[in-house]
Each structure stands twice: as C-alpha cells, then as structure tokens.
C-alpha cells in the first residue's frame, strides 16, 4: 500500500504563486509515476501532469505548461507541484496519484492510490 498526503493549497489571486507538496510513505518502491490532477466543481476529474518516480521526465496539460513545474525529492519521497501565473480557471481541488504500471497516465481510474486533495482557489 502507499499513502499520499497533499499540502500547500490555499486562495491566491490571478497571476500569483502556489506551491503544492504530495508526500508518499509506505510500499513506495512499487510506485512508477506520480500525477496531479484536478477537480473543479460540477466538473470531471482532468490531469495536469506526472513525472516518472525513477527517471524524473515529465508532462504536462496543455492548460498548464509553461506556467506548472512538477519535482520530485527521491529522498523525502515528496514530489511537489509549482504554479505561477495562476488563473481563476486553475480554481478546482488538487489531487496526487500514484500508479504501478498504468495503461493510460490521462486516465483517473487508472491509478491505484489517491491523496485526500487540496483546495486552490485563484480569485480574479
């Protein structure tokens, strides 16, 4: 099992910064790669980004590149999510994913462990 913890959500305005953390703990060895993905209300669940746990390469959401910068720190098995010029359409809760071996890194339900999620909301 893996538990995932996210932190770092808050209120910001538009154009401002937040910088969300997920710690993992447990079986982490089993993980492959750690997405973030987001909720807004009345609207599905879409992914932002992921980075392999062991190689470290990245992508990301058309609506967020170049503004979203996803890490990770192997030794505190943190991967931790930058965002800058925040908009109020990044307004949604926030979740880490972890996956052993996905069939599609896009898809939700594909991932086997999920963090409880953290508030962003960006006003105007």
């Known amino acids: 099992q893996v538990q995932l913890v996210e932190s770092g959500g808050g209120l910001v305005q538009a154009g401002g910064s937040l910088r969300l953390s997920c710690a993992a703990s447990?079986?982490?060895?089993?993980?492959?790669?750690i997405s973030w993905f987001r909720q807004a209300p009345g609207k599905d669940r879409e992914f932002v980004t992921f980075?392999?746990?062991?190689?470290?390469?990245?992508y990301y959401a058309d609506s967020v590149k170049g503004r979203f910068t996803i890490s990770r720190d192997g030794a505190k098995n943190t991967v931790d999510l930058q965002m800058n010029s925040l908009k109020p359409e990044d307004t949604a809760d926030y979740y880490c994913a972890a996956a052993d071996r996905p069939s599609s890194v896009f898809t939700a339900t594909e991932y086997d462990y999920w963090g409880q999620g953290t508030q962003v909301a960006v006003s105007s």
């Open positions: 980075i392999n746990w062991s190689r470290g390469n990245s």
């Open positions: 447990g079986r982490t060895s089993s993980i492959k790669l």
